[in-house]
C-alpha cells in the first residue's frame, strides 16, 4: 500500500524555521517528481515547492530565498526547509508524489504548520 508519511510539523513563532520531512519509502522513488503543497482554513491548496527526479526546483514566489526543498534518493526522503516563517505560511502541508509518464500520482495525509507569537 503506497503511503506518504509527512513530519515536522509544529506551532513556531514568526521569524522562526520548521524541517518538514516526507517518507516515501512505499513507491519507486527515483522515478517520482516530488513536491510540497498546502492549504490554508478556506483556501485551495497550493504549490509551495517542487523537485524534479532530475533535482530541478520550483518554488511559489512568496517562499522563494525562504524555503528550500530537497531529496534523499537513498532514503526516498523529500525535504522542506523552511526559514523566516512568517503568519501566512500557517497551511497543513502535504507531500505530493508524482510520475507523470505512468500517470500516478500520492498524496499524504497532511502536517499541520502554525505561525503565530
Known amino acids: 500500500q503506497v503511503r506518504l508519511v509527512e513530519s515536522g510539523g509544529a506551532l513556531v513563532q514568526p521569524g522562526g524555521s520548521l524541517r518538514l520531512a516526507c517518507d516515501a519509502s512505499?513507491?519507486?522513488?527515483?522515478?517520482?517528481?516530488m513536491g510540497w503543497y498546502r492549504q490554508a482554513p478556506g483556501m485551495q491548496r497550493e504549490m509551495v515547492a517542487t523537485?524534479?527526479?532530475?533535482?530541478?526546483?520550483n518554488y511559489r514566489d512568496s517562499v522563494k530565498d525562504r524555503f528550500t526543498i530537497s531529496r534523499d534518493n537513498t532514503k526516498a526522503m523529500v525535504y522542506l526547509q523552511m526559514n523566516n516563517l512568517k503568519p501566512e505560511d500557517t497551511a497543513v502541508y502535504f507531500c505530493?508524489?508524482?510520475?507523470?509518464?505512468?500517470?500516478?500520482?500520492?498524496w499524504g495525509q497532511g502536517t499541520q504548520v502554525t505561525v503565530a507569537s
Open positions: 505530493n508524489a508524482r510520475w507523470s509518464s505512468a500517470n500516478l500520482e500520492f
Open positions: 512505499s513507491i519507486a522513488f527515483g522515478y517520482y517528481d
Open positions: 523537485i524534479t527526479e532530475g533535482r530541478a526546483t
